[in-house]
Nanobody, 118 residues
Framework: QVQLVESGGGLVQTGGSLRLSCAAS????????MAWFRQAPGKERDVVGG????????DYADDVKGRFTISRDNAKNTVALQMNSLNPEDTAVYYC???????????WGKGTLVTVSS
């Protein structure tokens, strides 16, 4: 059974940082493209960014570029999302995802809530 379990969410002030982590099990982690998505209250789920299987490339949504960094450790089956310079617009449930590409997600985590206070 495939499981993606996010952790690290919480409450942070504007300008602060958080690091989310996603632990994967039940799949051959290294063959999957890993991505982060988020869903703000009342909005659709949007892509935050993703990382290739071999750590060779990352992609980010324009509104997080330069503030967020995605990394992965294939030996530990984990992917992380480092978020800096947070603002209230970053408040959302953040989801870890595994798939073939950023647009072809196969597995989803259950999400972790990030709240940025003004």
């Amino acid at each position: 059974q495939v499981q993606l379990v996010e952790s690290g969410g919480g409450l942070v002030q504007t300008g602060g940082s958080l690091r989310l982590s996603c632990a994967a099990s039940g799949l051959t982690f290294s063959i999957y493209y890993m991505a982060w998505f988020r869903q703000a209250p009342g909005k659709e789920r949007d892509v935050v960014g993703g990382i290739s299987r071999t750590n060779s490339s990352t992609d980010y949504a324009d509104d997080v570029k330069g503030r967020f960094t995605i990394s992965r450790d294939n030996a530990k089956n984990t992917v992380a999302l480092q978020m800096n310079s947070l603002n209230p617009e970053d408040t959302a449930v953040y989801y870890c995802a595994a798939g073939r590409t950023i647009n072809n997600v196969i597995y989803w985590g259950k999400g972790t809530l990030v709240t940025v206070s003004s």
